[in-house]
């Protein structure tokens, strides 16, 4: 109850004087705003970020805002097509700090022990793909209205206190804010509740939303109620010790909701409708258009297959996909959600849990783990569990159901496929199926118990609710479902049959008790009768008891037993009713009884009928036993009984299964089992007999061929442990039942069974290359079995304790056991007898949690990790000889242990070691340095984890749960739970193939990785097989996927993650022979005939991310660097950017030097320019191949490498066209600043020569197209241009033009008649017919807009398909076709969640591009069908989906749509084989600007590093990319290789400056990042090594000069000379040692941004390091060039090391050219313009200069000349000589240039 001052209700604003900012605070773009609406003011809060604008109460964390008010109300409206959060934090009693989200950015419910997130949901966008997206135009006010009680008591199991705080974050519109105690009802006022009378309470009037007269409040706002009122909430915390809660967070039911805000009224505020789309339904069907506007009113039809509301839920309206069920509800009813499990459609078990960022972090960049779920459950090696009572029949016969523990298991006996329902968190206590096989109930052991109700066909769970006993022990469900009855007892240990109605639960109704009666008497079994649905009967102690259901009240009544009154009874069955005859007889009751006595009972007249005493066999010499039927002797102890037609099968416990005739005068057959019989069930059609036995055997009798069948078998305890073996698909496991058992994976049956009746087996493991396992007992021994003898082979005892853990090397050569007293023995297995070797005592903690993993070897077999000496120390020693190599300490004594650890791949050389306390901590296997941690895996102890062979894929048990973690995710990885296990797991493994999972626990689950099964995941994502493991120092895993594999089938609902490039640790061949070309992927890939494209090498990269929690965290988000203003391209919806800014041009005319006397080749371009759009062509019948790079056009030889290059551009190319003849390439680009118009460049293909130039758009061309007889061409300008050109191409003269009355995106002709284009609008397509009379040409135009039901936006992409289609991409992802005979769009899906950029169609297949970075293949051969109505709706599929590495902005294929080649935003041309499912790198280059690059000494390979954070090395020879190393959310703008006086080739290194003032080295042989420091409080600016290589020199932006040592680490010595200036330049170069008057080996110098230069002379061996000489450089404060300022360059002369070049922003534009032997200006160079680049040949006396007027100067000092080369489209702000002077790279931006020097 809320205190009196907060009663009835308060306002929070008003109260906290949000408007004086004193106890408040707001971020960001928060402004008081006039709503028309509410006409008053509101709260604006907007932004780009919702973390970067919020409102905040209280102003700071420590305070509270201390309201405890119930209920939450929110009275806001989002701001369209934004999104929006609001962070709650809300306290307990028990002053634990909950977090509660809702938010439009998730795409999901999650939840952690602190954090709830829910997803906010606009109906007008909700689809069964995604539920997030940003609020529609037409977003409405909405009255949130939160039960913060409930919410907690729900999800978490705890008790509301108080709110402490609330987060307002953009985008939206706040009014304000209430808490109270009473639930409101916002439609009405206080005085129409008065006026009506009604039972609710009137919204107060400061609350309400202003409505005019004569309209409803419901057709103007929105009401979001959450949870829902009928929602079963428990009225206090379920206990601790009785909670599902102890293996996941919250108690069960868990509750997986999404808010929605529905933007249409509907007519029915209190009932929302329901509507259930086929669970199997993908989100990319395609819907048909119709003729007229679609009506938005739903179907008032009701159904509830396939939903599983709460007892009293409310039925909703409902979208089921394909990865799970969500709920909608209407805007004026509560919202409803649903339970954790959705049937078959997604794995019930499944729950998405994540690392999350802080609290402020921008939830859009979080990082989500794909696909979703990982995981599906594919097998179950178990039964019973609770209770092996339940195995019933299906009624065809063709399955059986069965429990296995927490799981419910249908079985096909024919195939042996296994379908699951899960969703209960404890065992299965009973089970009931109805005669027809609609519903089937369940129930749970745990306490309070909780049953649900199934639809048996769908296994979705129709309903949850709890029962009213405190344990259940039978069901029965009458044969119509309408009854459900169950058995148990109460708190007090009293017998309860209750009957609950489960009729309207088909209808969409809830489950209802029509009675409950406590009684005496003992139950053990209950039955409803089969001929009447109101008649049950009873049995246990001394009775029997007949009972009827009338008038809501159950009553019973016992049966008069005679004699028999003193029996115990153990199970009944009623005979099945027959109805032939003229009169049929009434069914009979059968009643067994352990003192072999079966009862036949008359129910309608309750009187027994019949007693008899059923007798074992006697042996006889006859061929049949003698049976006795009664008599003296002891009956048959029987256990159960079922009764068909003509047989009745009884089970007893001496484990015999028996039948006999109705009459029982004999037995016909008996089956003996191996132990007693628990469970016996007669098939429908009575030819089958299921049997189950108290020892987890389960099979079936069939009766005509008299042939016994094993359907399962089962460990009768816990599996401790388990191995796998490869070559024949083995699994051994180890129980407490004390038995190892065999089992064949393929099917699941158990092959061996070895029984140890006095020592239990504790550990288990495969010999890998013998038919041999291992295994230890708890008596310290270690045996050998043999599979093919099925015998002990030799055995070892170790007396000091029991066996905890099992490893083996890889070779089979040697076997390692650790007991529970800490000793470790080494055996030997090499030869055929097994022998100890060696015994170290005292190695393993004895004190350590019991693990199976207590032992790990790597999988080279060179190291041995195991836990210990002590309980938080990890040690690693040498296999062969046990001598320690390395001991880290993990934990903290007596706080946290370690408790499992394993190896991840050779190639990482990471040891991943758990925690006591939930932490996974990975180390580097070779140093022991803490490579990452995850934190709040698990809250308890972990007692097994695996990594997979890719290093992917992380699996870690805890409690009773499997996680999945995305491994590759830095620094927050994905993760996803599953449960199933109803006990805690022990052990979690990949199978052999990496394919598969396996849990073991209370059962053994194999679980079937969904990646593995679409085009192998692994391969797409795994580091490839190198020679050499990744170094010590290495700080993050490798992550691979340069090459985007494509899946077999659609993937839906699964979304492929972009490929990530991969780290691989092997030697580069060539050169110098450090470096070699590594194959995309690991892999070797073939060529594509003829006219296929080269292939070219993917590279290796090594991505870290700064900043953050550690080093080594590894992130999905890069840092984004800004050009020229405009932002980056990225693959977000409406992420196309395609033309950049314009550049500066040269103010006086610059003329190129002919080609025979030029010293400048241009050689080759490194880069694409992925801000252009459809600016590649790619012929395959030609193999003719161009694409863009800044200004230049390069038309590429794709089989030998040889680039031509066009020059003639002023400005970027935006896009290119080729003629259908493939003779005439048009290209076009922006108009520069000195043109009035755009430059449009006709080239003849064969001479490469321009032919002609067009000028016509004012600002740019989007847009170009031939004719299909090539007779025109049509050009499209861009927005700010708006006009549509057709040119005639005999003579390129202009034959009409016109100014379009809105923004067009595209045009094309169509292909069937050159006299029609289409054109895109806004929301419309243009049809233009083109008429020509003489000289005279007319465009009759016909537009026609997108119908609102196609829900398109606006139409980016276009392309013609067969006639008369016309295909359609949108910005909403949709893809609209028309009939361009009719105008018409009749058909549109959802093909995307992103933006169309491009579209390409050919017959039978559609290719689609968009912004989200995929590339997708369609079946559309059915569309024309679909035109004409002829097709189903669902006839558009999906073929293949790649991902790529940016947004899909050009494409060319071939006709069959089998080959292309594809280019994206992130400046990377891929070559794409549909065929192969694969995506090979042709072209790549930076998406940043490049800062620096560098060469090897050996002039083999070359580096650059960008603005986004990588370092790339390039192989000279191919100019391909070989290495990246990516470091996240940082810039690297400074880069140096080692010289060749460091040592050998193979140590070579790169050492790289960051912006947050770090410094790295990167080992280039073992691809590996050796060392991370940071010398510099600031952004590193320059950085240099020393001739010897031992020493590295940087500078940052403040001016200081750092002095490091790679070996140590340490930074030991700082020169702050040029503090205040940023440092632009280091260079170091050799000396004389006494040259100069002064000693030292090294002569460097730093240049600073003030025009300074200092040159200095070193000897770091001995720490000397003097100053030589002091330069002060005049400059000036006029600046000619605003967008570059001119840096201070200097460098040494090559030829002249005393000699010291020097340009900056001085008085003159000059090079000055400074003698330190004469110390004095010895030579002076005009230039046109200041500087920004330089460069010096080692060879002849060139220098290179670049300007920032896009020039790029070559001067001659010999015979001072100078000639000047144009083709760069951006400032030249680096020019760098390789070491021979054969070759000059220049950049600008990010294109890169190599050319070849032709002076000497």
């Given amino acids: ?204 009037r400061e609350m309400a939303f202003p409505v005019p007269k004569g309209e409803s409040w419901h057709n103007r706002y929105i009401h979001v109620r959450f949870p829902r009122d009928g929602m079963e909430v428990p009225p206090e915390p379920v206990p601790k010790s009785c909670s599902p809660a102890a293996v996941l967070p919250g108690p069960a039911p868990r509750l997986l909701p999404c808010l929605v805000a529905v933007s249409r009224p509907t007519q029915d505020s209190v009932s929302p409708e329901v509507q259930t789309p086929s669970p199997t339904a993908a989100p990319s069907v395609p819907r048909p258009l119709p003729e007229v506007t679609l009506s938005c009113e739903c179907s008032e039809s009701s159904s509830v297959r396939g939903r599983e509301p709460s007892a009293q839920m409310e039925s909703a309206e409902v979208d089921v996909a394909a990865d799970g069920v969500h ?160 058995v148990g007892r109460d708190r007090h240990g009293r017998t309860v049959v209750v009957a609950w109605d489960t009729g309207p639960v088909g209808l969409g109704g809830e489950v209802a008790v029509l009675a409950k009666v406590r009684t005496d008497f003992d139950i053990q079994a209950f039955r409803v009768a089969s001929f009447d649905g109101t008649r049950m009967a009873s049995c246990g102690q001394g009775s029997v008891r007949l009972w009827r259901l009338r008038g809501g009240e159950l009553r019973s009544c016992p049966v008069d037993l005679g004699e028999h009154r003193a029996l115990q009874f153990t199970d009944l069955a009623f005979e099945q009713a027959q109805h032939s005859g003229p009169e049929p007889s009434a069914p009979m009751l059968y009643v067994s009884s352990p003192s072999g006595h079966v009862l036949e009972i008359d129910p309608q007249r309750r009187a027994l009928q019949c007693a008899r005493c059923l007798l074992p066999t006697r042996t006889s010499s006859g061929p049949c036993p003698q049976p006795q039927t009664l008599g003296s002797g002891p009956g048959i102890a029987i256990s159960t009984l079922s009764v068909s037609l003509a047989l009745c099968a009884v089970g007893s416990e001496d484990g015999y299964l028996r039948l006999w005739p109705r009459d029982f005068s004999s037995v016909l057959l008996e089956a003996e089992h191996e132990g007693p ?40 305890a816990p599996v401790l442990a388990f191995s796998t073996e490869q070559s024949r698909g083995l699994l051994v496991t180890a129980s407490h039942d004390h038995t190892v058992r065999v089992w064949d994976l393929a099917t699941l049956q158990q092959l061996y069974d070895f029984t140890s009746p006095d020592e239990a087996p504790c550990a288990v493991t495969f010999h890998p290359t013998r038919p041999a396992f291992f295994c230890g007992f708890s008596s310290g021994a270690v045996r050998a079995f043999s599979l093919e003898a099925t015998e002990v082979l030799v055995e070892h005892t170790c007396p000091r304790g029991a066996i905890t853990s099992l490893a083996v090397t890889p070779d089979g050569n040697l076997l390692f056991s650790a007991c529970s007293q800490g000793s470790l023995v080494q055996h030997s297995c090499a030869g055929p007898r097994c022998c100890v070797l060696r015994v170290a005592a005292h190695s393993v903690c004895p004190d350590a949690h019991p693990s199976p993993s207590a032992l790990a070897v790597s999988g080279d077999g060179r190291l041995l ?183 077999p089938h659609v993937p839906v609902p699964w979304q492929e993650p972009a490929p990530q490039p991969g780290v691989c640790a092997g030697p580069l061949e060539g050169g110098d022979g450090a470096l070699s070309t590594a194959d995309e992927e690991g892999r070797c890939e073939k060529s594509h005939g003829p006219e296929g494209p080269r292939q070219a090498a993917g590279p290796r990269v090594l991505e870290e991310e700064a900043g953050g929690a550690g080093d080594g965290a590894l992130g999905a988000a890069g840092a984004r660097s800004t050009r020229k203003g405009g932002v980056q391209p990225g693959a977000h919806l409406g992420s196309y950017e395609h033309l950049p800014a314009g550049h500066t041009t040269p103010t006086k005319s610059v003329s190129s030097p002919a080609a025979s006397s030029a010293g400048l080749r241009l050689k080759a371009v490194l880069g694409y320019s992925g801000s252009g759009r459809a600016n590649m062509v790619w012929r395959p019948d030609t193999g003719f191949f161009a694409y863009t790079c800044g200004r230049l056009v390069v038309v590429e030889d794709l089989h030998s490498g040889a680039q031509q290059h066009w020059l003639g551009h002023p400005e970027e190319v935006s896009t290119l066209a080729l003629s259908r003849d493939a003779q005439v390439l048009v290209s076009a680009s922006r108009r520069s600043r000195t043109a009035a118009h755009c430059q449009i460049r006709v080239w003849d293909v064969s001479g490469g020569v321009c032919q002609h130039l067009l000028s016509h758009h004012d600002t740019a061309v989007q847009a170009l197209a031939f004719s299909p007889d090539d007779r025109l061409l049509v050009t499209l300008g861009d927005s700010g241009d708006g006009t549509l050109a057709l040119w005639n191409t005999a003579t390129y003269t202009l034959l009409w033009c016109t100014r379009l009355l809105e923004p067009a995106s595209g045009v094309a002709f169509d292909p069937w008649d050159a006299d029609k284009l289409a054109c895109l609008g806004q929301g419309a397509v243009t049809f233009w017919l083109l008429q020509q009379r003489g000289a005279d040409i007319s465009l009759q135009v016909h537009r026609e807009p997108v119908p609102k039901a196609a829900g398109a936006g606006a139409l980016t992409s276009l392309c013609y398909g067969p006639r008369p289609l016309l295909y359609c991409g949108s910005s909403a992802g949709q893809v609209c076709v028309w009939d361009t005979r009719a105008g018409r769009c009749f058909l549109a899906w959802e093909a995307d969640d992103s933006e169309i950029g491009v579209l390409l169609c050919s017959r039978s297949r559609l290719v689609s591009g968009s912004g989200a970075r995929r590339l997708r293949l369609w079946a559309v051969g059915t569309v024309p069908d679909l035109r004409r109505g002829s097709a189903r709706s669902g006839s558009v599929f999906m073929e293949h989906e790649l991902s790529l590495d940016g947004a899909v902005v050009s494409a060319s294929f071939d006709d069959g749509m089998d080959m292309g080649v594809v280019g994206t935003t992130a400046g990377t041309l891929w070559y794409v084989s549909w065929a192969e499912g694969a995506s090979t790198r042709l072209v790549s280059g930076h998406r ?71 410094l790295r080295l990167f080992s280039i042989s073992r691809t590996a990042m050796e060392l991370k420091m940071r010398p510099h409080p600031s952004a590193l600016t320059a950085v240099a090594f020393s001739t010897d290589g031992q020493t590295v020199l940087s500078g940052d932006k403040d001016g200081l000069v750092a002095v490091s040592r790679p070996c140590t680490g340490m930074t030991f010595r700082v020169l702050s000379d040029h503090r205040g200036a940023p440092i632009s330049t280091i260079q170091v170069t050799s000396k004389e040692y006494a040259d100069l008057g002064v000693q030292g080996t090294d002569l460097w110098l730093a240049a600073s941004g003030d025009q300074r230069v200092s040159v200095w002379a070193s000897d770091w061996l001995w720490n000397r390091c003097e100053l030589l000489d002091w330069l002060s450089f005049p400059t000036t404060a006029v600046l000619e060039t605003q967008d570059h300022q001119p840096p201070s360059l200097a460098a040494f002369c090559p030829w002249d090391r005393l000699l010291l070049v020097h340009a900056g922003l001085g008085v003159h534009k000059e090079v000055t050219v400074y003698s330190l032997r004469q110390k004095q200006v010895v030579e002076r160079i005009s230039l046109p313009f200041f500087a920004i680049s330089l460069s010096l040949s080692p060879g002849a006396h060139l220098l290179a200069i670049g300007f920032a007027e896009c020039l790029l100067r070559l001067v001659d000092c010999a015979l001072g000349t100078a000639q000047d080369f144009a083709g760069h489209g951006d400032a030249v702000h680096l020019c760098r000589f390789t070491p021979s002077a054969r070759l000059l790279f220049t950049v600008a931006y990010n294109e890169i240039l190599v050319w070849e020097v032709t002076s000497h």
């Fill in 1 to 204: 109850m809320a205190p009196a001052w907060q009663q009835p209700f308060l306002n929070v604003f008003r109260h906290f004087k949000v408007d004086e900012w004193k106890r408040s605070t707001k971020e960001g773009d928060v402004a008081v705003v006039t709503d028309k609406t509410l006409r008053g003011s509101v709260y604006r809060i907007r932004g780009s970020v919702s973390a970067g604008s919020y409102i905040q109460l209280p102003r700071t964390s420590t305070q509270s805002l201390g309201l405890t008010g119930r209920y939450l109300y929110v009275l806001f409206r989002p701001l369209p097509s934004k999104h929006f959060v609001i962070h709650l934090d809300v306290s307990t009693e028990d002053s634990q700090v909950i977090r509660v989200s809702f938010s439009s950015l998730f795409k999901e419910f999650k939840s952690t022990a602190t954090w709830l997130q829910f997803p906010f949901v606009f109906e007008a966008r909700t689809t069964g793909r995604d539920l997030a997206g940003a609020a529609p135009p037409g977003a409405r006010w909405t009255f949130l209205q939160l039960d913060l009680q409930d919410i907690l008591l729900l999800y978490l199991n705890r008790s509301y206190s108080h709110l402490k705080s609330v987060r307002l974050c953009a985008s939206l519109l706040v009014r304000n804010l209430y808490t109270s105690d009473l639930c409101f009802d916002p439609a009405v006022t206080v005085t129409g509740a008065q006026r009506a009378k009604l039972p609710v309470i009137a919204v107060p």
């Fill in 327 to 486: 709920v909608f509800a209407h805007e004026s009813a509560v919202v409803p959600v649903t339970f954790e499990d959705t049937g078959s459609r997604e794995p019930p078990s499944r729950k998405q849990s994540g690392q999350e960022a802080a609290l402020g972090k921008d939830l859009s960049q979080q990082r989500h783990f794909l696909p979703d779920p990982i995981l599906r459950l594919k097998g179950v090696i178990g039964f019973g569990g609770h209770s092996t009572k339940w195995a019933l029949w299906t009624k065809d016969g063709a399955a059986v159901v069965y429990p296995c523990h927490a799981a419910i298991v249908v079985l096909r006996v024919d195939t042996g496929e296994q379908r699951f329902l899960l969703g209960h968190t404890d065992k299965v206590s009973a089970l009931a199926l109805d005669r027809g096989n609609v519903l089937l109930a369940s129930a749970q052991v745990r306490p309070p118990c909780v049953l649900r109700l199934w639809d048996f066909q769908t296994q979705a769970c129709l309903s949850l609710f709890r029962s009213p006993m405190h344990a259940v022990s039978a069901l029965s469900l009458s044969d119509n479902g309408a009854l459900l009855c169950g």
């Fill in 677 to 716: 019989v628990s469970s016996i069930c007669i098939s429908p059609d009575g030819l089958r007999v299921l049997s189950a036995t108290t020892t987890g055997h389960l099979g079936f009798l069939d009766v005509a061929s008299r042939e016994y069948s094993v359907l399962a078998r089962a460990h009768t």
């Fill in 865 to 1047: 990790a195991f836990l210990g000496p002590s309980k938080c120390t990890v040690t690693v020693v040498d296999p062969a000889s046990l001598d320690e190599l390395l001991r880290v300490e993990v934990g903290t004594p007596d706080l946290d242990s370690t408790v499992a650890v394993c190896f991840g791949p050779t190639a990482l050389g990471h040891l991943l070691v758990s925690t006591s306390s939930g932490r996974v901590v990975v180390l580097d296997a070779a140093s022991g340095r803490t490579v990452r941690e995850l934190r709040g895996a698990h809250p308890r102890a972990c007692p097994s984890l695996a990594l997979s062979e890719d290093a992917c894929l992380l699996l870690t048990a805890a409690g009773r749960a499997v996680t999945v973690w995305d491994y590759a995710a830095q620094p927050s990885p994905g993760s996803q739970v599953y449960i199933g296990h109803s006990e805690p797991v022990q052990a979690v493994a990949f199978t052999p193939d990496q394919r598969q999972v396996l849990s073991v626990g209370d059962a053994i689950f194999l679980w079937d990785i969904m990646a593995a099964s679409e085009s192998d995941w692994s391969l797409s994502r795994s580091p490839p097989t190198c020679e050499a493991g990744l170094g010590p120092g290495q700080l993050e895993d490798a992550e691979c996927g340069a090459g985007g594999l494509p899946r």
């Fill in 1488 to 1558: 940043s600007k490049v800062n620096e690059v560098v060469f090897s000494p050996s002039e083999s390979h070359c580096a650059t590093c960008g603005e986004d954070g990588s370092v790339r090395v390039w192989s000279l020879a191919s100019l391909e990319l070989v290495i990246q190393f990516q470091v996240l959310n940082q810039s690297c703008l400074c880069l140096a290789w080692s010289p060749p006086a460091c040592g050998r080739p193979e140590q070579q290194r790169l050492a790289a400056g960051y912006s947050d003032g770090t």
